[in-house]
């Protein structure tokens, strides 16, 4: 197909997660999320972009290329490779590994701190309050600039603090304060 009719240039933009961190702000990571980015930087790097390189030169000696596809699967999948590799690098290249086991307020919330809360409901919530690249908010990670994680920084064992949510302010009672061990 023409070039002329795909919406596709050979400099795609990077990954749209890269605006996630708001101007000014610092790319905070804890060491274990440092880890799994490097780890998977490491995994395209040398194992899979090999691997589809190879594909798509096999691919490409089998003649005509324009109906291939082998050919035309491997170079879509070898940009959003390259394309994911220009993001973990970038995002590497500005973390800010913090150590949460080092934090000397551990009777605060800050970066790393484990917190459990109640909520209006009378629910008890466990948090970690992570990265942004970290953050999985099905399993308890929240990133550090979200609404709830900024509503608990700075508090302490017993404090209530106030969240902002779309159906109204609502009262969190911070239950505990835990950081890992060094």
């Excluded at 919406?7 to 101007?23: F, N, V």
């Excluded at 395209?44 to 324009?66: F, H, I, Q, T």
């Excluded at 459990?116 to 629910?123: A, C, R, T, V």
């Excluded at 992570?130 to 979200?146: H, T, Y």
Aim: no cysteine; net charge negative; proline share 5%.
């Amino acid at each position: 197909m023409n070039k002329a009719f795909v919406k596709e240039t050979e400099q795609e933009d990077d990954d749209p997660q890269e605006a996630l961190i708001p101007k000014g702000l610092k790319n905070y990571m804890t060491l274990q999320g440092y880890q799994v980015l490097r780890k998977e930087l490491e995994h395209l790097v040398k194992v899979e972009r090999p691997d589809v390189v190879s594909v798509v030169a096999w691919a490409a000696s089998n003649g005509d290329r324009s109906e291939n596809g082998d050919y035309l699967y491997g170079k879509k999948r070898l940009r959003e490779i390259d394309r994911r590799i220009r993001f973990l690098t970038k995002r590497l290249e500005i973390a800010e590994v913090i150590n949460p086991a080092t934090q000397p307020n551990k009777d605060q919330v800050f970066f790393g701190a484990t917190v459990i809360y109640e909520n209006q409901d009378g629910e008890e919530v466990q948090v970690t309050i992570v990265g942004i690249d970290e953050a999985d908010p099905l399993n308890g990670k929240i990133s550090w600039i979200s609404p709830v994680a900024k509503a608990l920084l700075k508090a302490r064992e017993g404090d209530s603090v106030h969240l902002m949510t779309p159906a109204g302010k609502q009262e969190l009672i911070v239950l505990d304060i835990i950081y890992p061990d060094e």
